[in-house]
């Protein structure tokens, strides 16, 4: 008897078939632009990744255990972030017309889903490597190796980061099917990242605790450092045959669901388009779940007397309230990463420093303001429902500030905090100086969010040489960030501020948020 | 005319017929028995029992979030029951290549290729289910049938949302199978075409075997067509067998 699956056409044909009929094939200027991007790319991460790896050839005291303490502990919570973003948009997943076409299908689904395993394994192992010698770099200076060994180190750091990052990301593939273990995966990862991100910051603050983690360092021993890089290896070679193992049983609709959602975000990060994103991420989030539906809140009557236009803006503005009561889950991720800045201020030397605890923060608080506008994302471009309950647009809009306000107050007051108490920034001023940059960060967070999306056809032509003029409408967004709170980066960068810098904030703040809201409404 | 196209015409290099899914299957083509769907902890049918023949066109109908297109998806292996049993073609659904070689699923519009045309796309379903045994019509005569002629090499992002309704269910006669779950077919369709679909289902696809199953709320496309209608109401089989208006 022969099988069905025997006699069926072969994936390859059939993406020959579709491949020989594409609409346009890549012209000389294509590869052009596509060399000319990695060149860029490897000039602009050579840069960057420059100082790091001039520690592997410092001596100890060059680098005081906690940055290096803090350097590591940085590393593994970027691995298991990107973990943990690799989880959410699949790992394994599909081009949406292949989900479409060939997953319902009589072909060979082992064939179908090769080279997308293939994709993700080799993508992991790169990720992996660069972690992997990064970590290496961080403890470089406490590794007992002789200079002529460096090269035999690096070759174990990027075998061993690969290996063990493969195998992470292909247990991340082999957890898709089931929900539960997503999340047990997910938990684990942030669990990993707290713990790294605590320990960086602790590592700073108590001197202890540093000289112990480097005292651990100096007692990896070439031949330890060999035995985990095998290690890592099979782990990675285990992983590998496992997922292949299971490409014939992955199930269709897992596949399909995540392969159309991955697609999406493609095409959204492509186009900065956040509202989409935003929409990706929470379409899964809220299938499903059955919320207790509670009555809308009512301001006193006295304020409702006082300022009649109060109470429907506030009533419009309350859903994004409730809906961040309903998701404890983004507000403990906003509270844990206001640890970022002390421990990158912990890890990062030379004068990239200062610019990088600045972005950090303006990164930190554009991020707690985005999460208080996600209704307003919703319903942006749709003003019925404004029109329902009779509010101007300017009301609502500065009734809908109040909560991206008040988030990015928070984190900047906390995140300030922690700089302090790391050690990274002198002086009483800070968390005030936190409280008064917040509205300018708001009114980025809400310029973000009211973004309209960016329709694919309308974009006009990409080039090698010039900025597609989608890219510059996003850019503006944060640069009203950077404007809105210049006097606290500034500060922040050199890390000194004074009351004339509080004044000035405070006074920035108010024309940036209050400018935004005048023309923004109009 | 509809025409049978037989696999030692299309099927390269067709070897000797070999079972097919469920083929010796005597039963039902669909059995359910005390299925529950949900998502989460959300139920949307309880206690659902169904039984389809082999050869009949059943229209379940029901409001919107009745749990129509769940069912479809449950009844294709894409949507896990939370209890009860649900056989499929004498089995559970199996998600193989034997199993989608069986059945059919139009639900959502697919993501199209941007360099197929409309004939191409055609052409590929039928590449990707070749060999082609059974009851199924040829690409030409799909183009004809489901008025894309004027439109056979355009690709399908040129075209109008109804004429893209019309290609993605052309797409699922391209291929033979015995089972075909639709998820409002008429959705974007005029009235004349939803009539020639309807006959086309009833005296081209079950006159030849195939069990259709489809969620619907166009009651004159379900008489059209001959199908039994199945009323979904308050999270379970309301009415089986109805024969009233579709809500």
Redesign the interface.
Known sequence: ?????A???SVA??RS??GS????RRAWYDWYAMGFAVVLFAILASDVLAEPFSRLTAAPGASPPAQAVAGAALVVAAAAGLLVLAQTFGPLAIA??D????L??????RAVLRRPLTTTSVLAALAGAVLGMLALAMAGPYLPRAHHELSAWLVLAAIGGAGFFTAAVLTAVLAQPSRRQRGRLRAAAATVSAAAVLLGVAGRRWSGLAHAVTAGFEHISYLTASVLAAVALAAACGAVLMARRML?LF???VL?DDS?RA?RTRLAASFLNVPLLTWVAEDNRW????LASRPWPRLPNALTLAWPRLSPAFTLAWADWRRLGRRPAPLAVLVASTLAPALVAAAITGHARGLTIAATVLAGALAAGTQGAAALRRDANDPTLRRLLGVDAGAALAARAALPALLSAAWLTVALTVLVLAGALSGRLWPALGLVAAPGAAAAALRIARAEPIDPSQRGPDTPISTPPWLATRAISALLGVIGCFPLLKAVRAGRADGGTFVAQLALSVIVLGGYLFFAAR | MLTCTPASKT??G???A???YGEDVTEPTVVVCGMRL?????VVLDEVDLTVAEGEIVAVTGVNGAGKSTLL?CL????RQLAGTLTVLGSPPR????F??AVA?VADL????????VR??L???R?????IRGWCLPADELIETFGLVARADA?PLDLSSGQRQRLSLAAALARPSRLLLLDEPEQSLDAQFRQELAGLLREGYAANGGTVIMATHDADFATAAGARRILLAEGRVAAPGLAGPTP
């Open positions: 008897m022969t099988s069905p699956a006699e069926a056409t044909t059939i078939f579709v009929r594409q609409v346009r949406p017309a989900a479409s076409w060939l319902l299908s009589p072909l060979n689904r014939p199930p269709a609709g399909r159309v697609g299938r499903g779940q059955l | 099927g390269p067709a070897p000797a070999h079972p097919r949900g998502y989460g902890q959300f998806s294709a292996g894409l949507h998600d193989d290549a034997a989608w070689r699923i697919p993501t199209w290729y941007p360099g197929l045309t191409e796309h052409e590929l379903v590449l990707t289910h070749s060999p690709v």
